[in-house]
């Protein structure tokens, strides 16, 4: 079992940035490929970004593609999700997930390829 906590949502203007973070416990962090995804009312949960369990590779969904950066930190067990440039379109609660079986080099893009989610954390940005 892993256990994932995220932080770091609120309320921000547009134009705004915020950082979020995911703290992973319970098994080794290394073994995870990590994902965040965001879900607003009335839409499924979609793909932001992903980063390897090697930490080489990441994807970006192209709406957020050159505004947000995913990172990894193996020695606190956390990833952060780095949002700049933020737009009203962004208002979303942010999951950190993570996957079991991905291969190193592997960044997940579906939804069911994660096996582990957070509790979530919202993001609104203001016009």
């Known amino acids: 079992q892993v256990q994932l906590v995220e932080s770091g949502g609120g309320l921000v203007q547009a134009g705004g940035s915020l950082r979020l973070s995911c703290v992973a416990s319970?098994?080794?962090?290394?073994?995870?490929?990590m994902g965040w995804f965001r879900q607003s009312a009335g839409n499924e949960r979609a793909f932001v970004g992903g980063?390897?369990?090697?930490?080489?590779?990441?994807y970006y969904a192209d709406s957020v593609k050159g505004r947000f950066t995913i990172s990894r930190d193996y020695a606190k067990n956390t990833v952060h999700l780095q949002m700049n440039s933020l737009k009203p379109e962004d208002t979303a609660v942010y999951y950190c997930?993570?996957?079991?079986?991905?291969?190193?080099?592997?960044?997940?893009?579906?939804?069911?390829?994660?096996?582990?989610w957070g509790q979530g954390t919202q993001v609104t940005v203001s016009s």
């Open positions: 980063i390897s369990r090697n930490g080489v590779n990441t």
């Open positions: 319970g098994r080794t962090f290394s073994n995870y490929g």
């Open positions: 997930a993570a996957a079991s079986f991905l291969s190193p080099l592997s960044v997940g893009v579906d939804r069911s390829k994660y096996d582990y």
